[in-house]
Structures are given as structure tokens and as C-alpha cells.
């Protein structure tokens, strides 16, 4: 192996680099939850669940890391965190991208969020090595990906971008299938872990 690939994995997977991580996910999942405050107040408590996608994805990441830290496997966290990670990651990049060449610049704190979701996206892929989830536990994940969509883009609960709301059935369709693409990256995983068994 690489020496340089070497080192890399040492220091993410080093005890002490991972509880750094776990604390500055959490800090970062506090903040995001703060962040949809204002949507919160006007959102109808039955949906309230699925309105602050970003910070539920980094709660769940929060979790599986604290897991490994302990090392347990919480399998079905492991699933939703590494599936809406990389999907609310990319999603909140291109999202804000997409509101530079829409609305014009969108200074220092959007583009520190193009930055954190994509080291988001990043860091579920980063720690592949460390699931151990199976069929079911991506199966419920998808269930709970694709329905949140569905609470999104049907029933209007999406995150409000209101310089791109005219482009709602486009985000929502792109959502999709961002969607689709995440889940087959998890299925991927496993498909990579049963070969990686049976070797």
C-alpha cells in the first residue's frame, strides 16, 4: 500500500482523530438543527422530523461513530448515516451552487456550507471500512430516504431555498435520484463485504 494511503488510514482511524471527529460532528449538528429553527416554527409538528435533513444525517453519523468508538456496530445508523450523508452533503452543495448562478454571490457563509457538506459526503465514504450493515438495515434506510422525499417534494416540506423555489420539481427530481445513487452506493458496501468474506 501506498505509504502516504498508509498514514491516512492511521490517522482516520486512530481513537483519538475519531473522537475529535465525533465532537466536531456533533458541534456541527447542533448548529444545523439551530440553523432550520425558523423553518421549525412554521413547519406542522407531524413533519417536524423531516424538515432538518443535514444535521438528522450528521446525528446519525454522530452515533455510528460513537459506536465504533465503544466498538459496537449500530447497524442500522451506520445505513442512514452513510446514505443521507453523502446524499444531504452533495445535495446542500449543489443546492448552493446552484444559488450563486441563480441569485449571485453567496458570500462566506454559504460557501462554508458548500464546504462542510461536502466534507460530510466525504467522511461516510472515508469510513466504508467500518460498516457492518446488511440488507434489511439498507432496505429500512431506503424506505426512510425515499419517504422523506416523498414528505419533501409532495407534501412541501423541503428546505426553503427561496431563490430557487420556482425550481421545486427539478430539485425534486433531482433528489430522487440522488436518492437511488446513495443507496446503491450502501448496496455497494455490502456486495464489497460479502466478496471481501468469501475470499
Known sequence: MNPLLTQLKFLLFHKSFMWLLLVINVLGTVYGYIWYMWQLKITDPIFLIFVPDSPTASL??????????????????????????VKYGLWAVVMNIWTQFEAGPIGFVGWMLVVSHFAMA?????????????????????????????????????????????????IGYFTFWLSIACIFVAIKVIKSSLNMQSK
Open 60 to 85: 446519525f453519523f454522530s452515533i455510528a461513530l460513537f459506536g465504533w468508538l465503544i466498538n459496537r456496530n449500530f447497524k442500522l445508523i451506520e445505513a442512514l448515516a452513510l446514505i443521507t450523508l
Open 122 to 170: 466525504v467522511q461516510a465514504l472515508l469510513y466504508i471500512p467500518k460498516y457492518k450493515f446488511n440488507w434489511i438495515h439498507v432496505l429500512i434506510a431506503a424506505i426512510w430516504t425515499l419517504h422523506n422525499d416523498v414528505i419533501d417534494y409532495v407534501f412541501g416540506q423541503m428546505p426553503i431555498y427561496r431563490s430557487l423555489s420556482e425550481h421545486t420539481q427539478t
